[in-house]
Nanobody, 124 residues
Framework: VQLQASGGGLVQTGGSLRLSCSGS????????VGWFRRRPGKEREFVSA????????TYGDSVKGRVTISRDNAKSTVYLQMNTLKHEDTASYYC??????????????????WGQGTLVTVSS
């Protein structure tokens, strides 16, 4: 599975962006999908994840309440709606996927496939 993350860009503090993750060679409708980010000078960290059915979601503490993950399996796409963006949300955002995973894991090691990342820059 090749994942494509898109939707990044430059936004002002307090603004919103919606990131998308889709599979280019195979539909990801049956995959659990997670979003991770790497901020400048930091380790990659968990942002959010959604089970393949969409009925279970998890969020990292740093984004909880400002981010919503969702999916449209008919379009084989997972979305990450980010609101009230802060300068510290500036990062490269990566989506990851794994089949046969029933829960939205927060651990990088649970995911088999990774996209190239999309850059989000929040100007202060």
């Amino acid at each position: 599975v090749q994942l494509q993350a898109s939707g990044g860009g430059l936004v002002q503090t307090g603004g919103s962006l919606r990131l998308s993750c889709s599979g280019s060679e195979r539909a990801i409708s049956s995959y659990t999908v997670g979003w991770f980010r790497r901020r400048p000078g930091k380790e990659r960290e968990f942002v959010s994840a959604i089970s393949w059915s969409g009925d279970r979601t998890t969020y990292g503490d740093s984004v909880k309440g400002r981010v919503t993950i969702s999916r449209d399996n008919a379009k084989s796409t997972v979305y990450l709606q980010m609101n009230t963006l802060k300068h510290e949300d500036t990062a490269s955002y990566y989506c990851a996927a794994r089949a046969s995973l029933s829960y939205p894991s927060t651990r990088e090691s649970d995911y088999d496939y990774w996209g190239q990342g999309t850059l989000v820059t929040v100007s202060s």
